[in-house]
């Protein structure tokens, strides 16, 4: 284990997180809100720790699979317990637990909250709640990847370990530059955003707020009732049309950029994702009608929007959908367990991921009709290797392990089974709503510390994917190799 090269690497993050504040201490300095002295409370110690520890460049770099885990679970650990200090220190949100809760469904892009009134919170540490959203939304480590100096050739293994989907690939022969390309993607997408719903007649603040939570799919809002609370037709189709952009997976842009047209056209996934999309949409459209006047344009309204919200994983809401016939209720669920394409910023099991174990499956009834029959599965006109396979069919058993040992352990509070089981859903799969309670006007603050511990582990493990941050808690991981 390369502890030099680990304790290195916090260290830059630790600069960037206090460079990052810096956003929200714009708004604070714009808005003269008591922001200021919280954010300023943590940015500079977090500054100086992270410079002590970059002082001196370790000799080996090398960094393999195993310093990559430990380095992406300790990141964003630390990043969430680091950023949970100003809601503190501000007494916005007093209870640590409470402002750590918030602030990994921020980073981890969850969006669930503990807050009954968002907009009581200062504009500064309501800018610092959705910027976490953008943050975590394309991954922080990629981020200092992009920005900082290379300290190891092997630093692919970081952009694997927090890059969520089945497999992560190189888009240059750089990692560097790789990271550089993901990220001006993203930037555009959430400044073209930004603009568009500044065209609608929305202040900047929430613009800026609502494109930074949309970009991350993370459902943060400025306003109490959610983008609902802008009844405004045109801010809900654009936020719908960049859920959808944002759950794509970004590698298809930067073909489109090389004018790759017929490799993006021949993708499968993207097939299935806006196929599921359009079909569900159409479902839950003709199925809640009847709550509309039977009027086909306002179901679809309210229908379109919050099928791309859970399917993209983004959780934004404009209706009630725990109000909704069971069919509908249904069909969102299980849109929160497929979640968006990998590679993207949205969560849930990824559409490439439910294609994999999905043909598996198929290829393993085949051969117990005909053992001697030699069938393969393939993605996207390729063979998946065997080692692929094992480790999604791996992946998908530590999933259901967790969630249904997640649900188990949230039962002893006083909600139903099905509030229960949906929270440790939709923290798994980074959704950020539930049913009942937890529904998309409700919150999360009526569960007990414990539980809110319990959520806070789904979600970081949801968002990471498991491995990361199974592996960094295994005591095999710190012996020597």
């Known amino acids: 284990m390369n502890y030099s090269m680990i304790r290195y690497i916090l260290g830059q993050i630790f600069k960037v997180e206090a ?5 929200p201490l714009a708004v604070s300095l714009y808005y003269r809100d008591e922001g200021m002295v919280p954010l300023l409370a943590v940015m500079i110690p977090l500054g100086f720790a992270g410079c002590a520890m970059t002082a001196r460049r370790p000799e080996k770099q090398t960094i393999y699979a195993r310093e990559g885990f430990v380095i992406v679970a300790f990141a964003w650990i630390f990043l969430s317990v680091f950023g949970a200090l100003p809601f503190v220190i501000s007494e916005s949100i007093p209870n640590f637990i409470d402002a750590l809760f918030e602030t990994v469904s921020g980073f981890t892009t969850t969006g669930s909250t503990i807050l009954s009134d968002v907009e009581a919170l ?3 540490l309501l ?9 975590g939304g394309m991954g922080v480590l990629v981020f200092a990847l992009a920005l900082l100096p290379s300290g190891s050739a092997q630093s692919m293994y970081i952009m694997r370990a927090e890059v969520p989907g089945p497999s992560v690939g190189k888009l240059v022969a750089k990692t560097q530059i790789t990271a550089r390309i993901l990220y001006a993607i993203y930037v555009f997408f959430t400044v073209l955003e930004a603009l568009l719903l500044r065209l609608t007649g929305m202040r900047w603040f929430d613009c800026i707020a609502n494109a930074f939570a949309t970009a991350g799919t993370g459902g943060f809002s400025v306003l109490n009732q959610g983008i609902g609370g802008y009844n405004n037709v045109w801010v809900e189709v654009i936020i719908t049309a960049f859920m959808l952009i944002f759950s794509i997976n970004f590698n298809l842009f930067y073909m489109l950029l090389m004018k790759q047209f017929y490799d993006v056209l ?3 996934e993207i097939k299935v994702f806006f196929a599921i999309y359009l079909i569900c949409t159409l479902i839950v459209t003709f199925n809640i009608m009847s709550m509309y006047n039977n009027s086909f344009s306002h179901a679809l309204r309210y229908a379109g929007f919050t099928v791309a919200s859970l399917s993209s994983s983004t959780g934004f809401g404009t209706a009630d959908y725990t109000q909704w016939p069971v069919l509908s209720q249904t ?3 299980l849109l929160m367990f497929c979640g968006a394409c990998a590679g993207s910023t949205g969560g849930g099991l990824k559409v490439a991921r439910v294609m994999i174990l999905f043909k598996s499956g198929v290829s393993e009834l085949r051969r117990q009709i005909n053992p001697k029959l030699v069938s393969t599965v393939k993605l996207e006109g390729q063979v998946v290797e065997n080692e692929q396979i094992r480790t ?4 998908f058993v530590l999933y259901m392990a967790i969630l249904l040992v997640s649900t188990l352990l949230l039962s002893p509070d006083k909600y139903s089974f099905d509030v229960s089981f949906s929270a440790a859903l939709t923290a798994m799969n980074n959704m950020g709503p539930g049913l009942g309670a937890i529904g998309p006007y409700g919150n999360f603050g009526g569960f007990t510390a414990f539980s809110k511990l319990v ?3 789904d979600m970081l493990v949801g968002r990471l994917e498991i491995f990361p941050v199974l592996v960094a808690f295994m005591p095999r991981t710190w012996k020597k190799a």
Do not use: E, Y
Not at 392 to 395: K, V
């Open 392 to 395: 999604q069919g791996a992946f």
């Open 127 to 135: 800018m610092w709640r959705s910027f976490t959203h953008w943050i």
């Open 455 to 457: 959520l806070i582990f």
């Open 266 to 268: 021949r993708n499968v």
């Open 19 to 23: 460079a990052l504040m810096f956003v």
């Open 331 to 333: 069909i969102l669920i």
């Open 122 to 124: 200062p504009m500064s």
